[in-house]
């Protein structure tokens, strides 16, 4: 079994920072690609930012220059660094990790969620 568990969200007024983290635990061989995605009330699930295992960067365009996406392979962490941020960030923010189970399989995992809200 492969689970993630984010950590990190909470209240914070427009133009301040958070940071996210997220860790991976369970039994599997390696975790490839970590990511972020956000959903807001009354909206679908969305794309926020993405970091595979040697490094490699995607964000948003809505996010691009604002947040910052790294990861801690020996930890199994992701970590997003979410600056400037704007009442429009206000959303519930996911972690997806993909997982190399122990069969070799790959697995994609989504965890609880952290909210995140943006004060105007």
């Known amino acids: 079994q492969v689970q993630v568990v984010e950590s990190g969200g909470g209240l914070v007024q427009a133009g301040g920072s958070l940071r996210l983290s997220c860790a991976a635990s369970?039994?599997?061989?390696?975790?490839?690609?970590m990511g972020w995605y956000r959903q807001a009330p009354g909206k679908q699930r969305e794309f926020v930012a993405s970091?595979?295992?040697?490094?490699?960067?995607n964000f948003a365009d809505s996010v691009k220059a604002r947040f910052a996406i790294s990861r801690d392979n020996a930890k199994n962490t992701v970590y997003l660094q979410m600056n400037s941020l704007k009442p429009e960030d206000t959303a519930v923010y996911y972690c997806?990790?993909?997982?190399?189970?122990?069969?070799?399989?790959?697995?994609?995992?989504w965890g609880q969620g952290t909210l995140v809200t943006v004060s105007s």
């Open positions: 997806n990790a993909g997982a190399f189970k122990l069969d070799y399989r790959y697995l994609e995992v």
């Open positions: 369970g039994s599997f061989i390696s975790i490839n690609v």
């Open positions: 970091i595979a295992r040697g490094g490699s960067t």
